[in-house]
């Protein structure tokens, strides 16, 4: 059983900084594509980024780009997205997910998805 978890939202000033992470268990995290998407109130989900199974290649949605960087650790299981210069609009749910691809996760094609974290940005 594949179980993807999130952790580290939180309510943070704009231009703050908040770290998620996201563990996995039940499956082999080495061969897997991570990424992250977000939900806010009202709205659709939508990809904020991707890394592929080794690291070399990531992709970011161009609302965060130069903002989040994705990293992950497969000697642990775990996968990052530290963000900074927070904005209110990137107040959501913030889900993990995992793919066989990175191209697979950026057509929201998903094999697994976490229960995701909240993180809202305000003063």
């Known amino acids: 059983q594949v179980v993807l978890v999130e952790s580290g939202g939180g309510l943070v000033q704009p231009g703050g900084s908040l770290r998620l992470s996201c563990s996995a268990s039940g499956l082999t995290f080495s061969s897997a594509a991570m990424g992250w998407f977000r939900q806010a109130p009202g709205k659709e989900r939508e990809f904020v980024a991707a890394i592929s199974r080794g690291s070399s290649v990531t992709f970011y949605a161009d609302s965060v780009k130069g903002r989040f960087t994705i990293s992950r650790d497969n000697a642990k299981n775990t996968m990052c997205l530290q963000m900074n210069s927070l904005k209110p609009e990137d107040t959501a749910v913030y889900y993990c997910?995992?793919?066989?691809?990175?191209?697979?996760?950026?057509?929201?094609?998903?094999?697994?998805w976490g229960q995701g974290t909240q993180v809202t940005i305000s003063s």
């Open positions: 997910a995992q793919a066989s691809d990175t191209y697979r996760l950026r057509t929201y094609d998903c094999d697994y």
